[in-house]
DNA sequence: TCCCGGTGCTTGTCAATACAAGTTGGCGTA
DNA sequence: TACGCCAACTTGTATTGACAAGCACCGGGA
């Protein structure tokens, strides 16, 4: 962290300069010349730094054409959709959490399936509610694999964020694919969110692999729509 | 498409190797030196391909470390994110429509704030219903703006791909703002998804803008969570 | 046997340069 | 005035070269 790489430098100040709104949405970006000049690089880590911005869908543009600022709200980058923690502050709101149970127990089929866990092999199982301003938000049943759950085992899970108690313990959360649908509550879901069973929830089930593909986590979120909706931005790649 | 560019050719590439099985899941991906050599290219192309996979979800890795193939399904990129029919080739499963009604006339309030009209603007207004192996998988409830919903009024929806459709008219569809949520159907999302009012329905509610940031497109769409799921991947990017 | 360290390979980062391709705006002409 | 063309600017693509940082493996020493 001493000295962070050029290109990272770059995107994090034209981030914070869009969120401050110094670089107001509709307005153009400073031409590559004028960052390389101003940051003192060249234009390879210039133009890594607007891919990326242009990946998370913040800035738009076209060859010939200056960059113009799209949007002042990120959208929903890996981190933030990985940590209800990360979104809620991120949105400016007050997250919160009630953890019901927590233990080492041989999981569910469907979780043993996607962790890729043998029968008979145990596993980390969560159940917890987060609270989003003390509103019932949603109600995590997340599954991790033994070499990382028991790193929550001894933490303390009502004071803050798993995916900051994860990373910190140098677990390599890489990539999540998640399975989005609508469900009925059911009775565990409808008590725990005060709602009635049968109301739409929308279920978000996802899989978290390191960078070598080695499942870590399995969960299954379920949100009450009218407290949490997810937002993303897609951008229209290469292909 | 005369000559693509080399670092589009080396994608394209080694999606195909990885989509025929070529290169198999969980093994490592030529160095970039190996497919440097192959190609006749620099590293500069080269690495551009690699990152765009990797954006893709398709392969990861780290310094130091061969790269690795994680998943041979590509993670709902922007294109089969945006079109029903893309995804569902994509998929293996065969897609339909119903076109119930389209008209230019003013739009309902949601729409019209989302695509920027003011109170009288006029704009072309849709209701298809999608369907999946001739089950019905969707309603798609779509406003554009006049300029590109006019080049649709004489257009055969049934026929194929609104996506197509555009982009072959040269409209630059570029990014994209999903907000996802569940909903219970009501009385015609119910007649025409054959479910009972009330049921559980995934909504996709989404803008779509041009690389200037201007709105073309707002769409309300509700899919039966039996037929149709949404499924994307993220990745932990620089941030 | 186990651990340590070195070595070579691989990826990450950056510079300097060159040309192609597209956009924008202004100038001159019809 | 209206149109078309050209010049300047901007981004896209690609090369070459260089060094840093991390990983995997193998061999030697304790």
Chains 1, 2 share one sequence.
Do not use: K, N
């Not at 590559?32 to 911005?53: D, I, K, T, W």
Request: hydrophobic residues 40%.
């Amino acid at each position: 962290m001493a000295t962070a790489a050029l290109h990272r430098t770059v995107a994090t100040a034209l981030r914070a300069r869009i969120g401050r709104g110094e670089l107001a949405v509709g307005s153009p970006v400073p031409s590559e010349a004028e960052l390389c000049r101003e940051f003192g690089a060249s234009r390879g880590p210039v133009r890594q730094a607007l891919a990326a911005l242009r990946d998370e869908g913040l800035i738009g543009g076209g060859q010939g054409r200056r960059a113009v600022v799209l949007t002042d709200v990120p959208g929903q980058p890996f981190e933030s959709f990985q940590s209800f923690t990360r979104r809620a502050e991120l949105t400016g709101h007050r997250p919160g959490q009630r953890t019901y149970d927590i233990d080492r127990r041989v999981p569910d089929a469907p979780a043993a399936a996607a962790l890729g866990l043998g029968p008979g092999e145990p596993a980390v199982v969560l159940l917890r509610l987060r609270l989003l301003d003390d509103r019932p938000a949603m109600v995590e049943r997340t599954t991790f694999i033994p070499s990382v759950g028991d790193l929550l085992l001894d933490a303390d899970l009502d004071a803050g964020s798993i995916y900051a108690i994860l990373t910190a313990g140098g677990v390599d959360l890489h990539a999540a694919r998640h399975t989005l649908d609508a469900v009925p509550a059911d009775a565990t879901d409808a008590r725990l969110l005060e709602v009635t069973p049968g109301t739409p929830l929308l279920r978000e089930r996802r899989v978290t692999t390191d960078s070598r593909g080695t499942p870590l986590e399995w969960s299954d979120d379920r949100h009450r729509p009218d407290v949490t909706t997810i937002t993303l931005t897609t951008v229209r790649g290469r292909s």
